[in-house]
């Protein structure tokens, strides 16, 4: 039997999205990979660093996948005209690009791993356009993850330690907030961990207050829908 | 959530189809179902103008195809087309919107870019032959889309994962499902549209010249927006498959991971390596050589200017 995937693709990502051409795979799912890894750093980058898979190496610029990743992570829309424009639009921003192939090992043929500076930050995100505009990613600076951007979600950098878990989600139980999904990944015991928390409807900023300041959390990022 | 399409044809034995693809829609991502068929609406226009946009010509990004659309439109209009006006409008719409779509134009992804032009070839040209309303293309677009949502609880839909099957094959079964929707059919009859569709595609791979969108995709799509009328035709007139749809979609997802990596998307196989395919590709290589060298030219000069700028004014 065929594996069954754990979450069901909407109807209106297999009839969708409305993007620019020509490949759902390798414009729009690539364009929404960069995106994710634009929303996580949450500031205009200085630099951005494209590592693909063999296969996506093989056919990524006749589908101008380089296009869509560099729009992707300065923020554009899969739908945006501007997309067969966007390295030059980044380059007029001063946008550094690199664009390399990596052997990312047991993947989805169409993998990628992004590496974006900001001013005050970097990000690092590896993830797979499965097709039809959808996207996985699997890592996350570092620690492994599930992340769709088809909901609402709460990324959370801290520090390793028991509660931490029933802390944030009991913030997240007061708003009367379902979690769809967790995942949660960890370095090493007492060290640096990551709780990625997806939830059906949008987290009030008083909520996000009280879980930026639990102790021990380094950091928060909220993301909306990845559209 | 519906897990097979046997389990479908259980729920929806009675029911408009639609309506429980919106409900099991509804619950399981909450998105209301109104919202789901007003962005349906706003995507069938998007269709629908690509469709208008893609009927005149212009050349794609590897300059391998753009006038398909205007000759047969052209053919058409001065009558010299010898089908009937549903298969040449399936065709034409098809073709349309793969042109737009080879020149990085706004499309659906329907269920993927490649396989775009499918489900609007089949939907617009159907509606428009048969006078049917514009809400209940909108609706079929609900029962497409279900349907290929319950295949993709088992199968990636990409040609890099399992061949064209895996795009054009399924975009035709989801088509296929649509029409036999819009035309009245029965639960049982929209899956087996459905399964007709798809079982007549399995084994197709994906071998694009140069890597590109453009061959043998765009003329694929008009040929399998037909394919997934005639399998509508049938399963209307109350022929089966004797291979139940799940069944295929298994099979599907079998034959996918048994295809060669070189008849995955990859380019390295198939029509990309025929002689006209391998000469096209090595075109294609030396002009993307020279525009990158262009640019890093170009890069270095405005460098340099900032340098002497920056000089000027130390």
Redesign the interface.
Known sequence: ?????DR??????????????????H??GTARLGRVAREILDEDPTEVHFFLHP?LA??Y????SDFALVGGAIGLNV?D?R??EAIRIA?QMDVTIEFGEEDLGEV???TVRILVKGPTREVEITGS??????IEVFKINGFQTRFKG??PTLLLFYRDRPGMISEVTQIIADEAINIASLYCSRKQRGKDAFMQIDV??PLSEEALRRICSTPDVDDARYLDRIP | ?I?SFKQLEEIAANRDLADV??ET?EQ????PAEQ?VE??R??RA?MRDCVERGKSSGE???RLVGHEAELLNKAFQEGRTFLDPLTVKAELYALAVMG???????????????A?GV?PGMLLALEEERHIEPERTVRA??V???I??II??????????GGCQ??VGVASS?GAGGVAYMMGGSTRQCIHAAALALKNTLGLVCDPV?????VPCVKRNALFAVHGLTAAQLALAGVESVIPMDEI??AM??IGRSLP?GL?????GGLATTDTGTAIAKR?KEE?NRRRAEKAAE?ERAAQERKEHAHDHS
Do not use: W
């Open positions: 039997m065929a594996v069954r995937h069901k693709v909407s109807i209106l990502d297999v009839m969708g999205p409305v993007m620019v051409g020509p490949s759902s795979s414009t729009a296969p093989a056919t610029r006749g589908h101008g739908d005209p997309i067969p380059e989805h043929p169409n356009s499965i097709g039809g505009g959808v088809d909901s059906d409807s | 959530m897990e693809f919106l829609d399981e991502h909450a998105v789901i962005a349906l706003k995507r998007v794609s990004m590897g737009e779509n080879s020149r990085m134009g706004v499309i659906v992804a329907a269920p993927t870019a490649g775009g489900v677009l609900v497409a889309g279900g290929g949502s993709a609880l088992s199968a990636n839909i990409s040609g890099a994962a895996n795009e989801m140069g890597g590109l969108v453009e979609v298994e997802v079998r990596r995955r998307e990859t380019a390295e294609l993307a890069r």
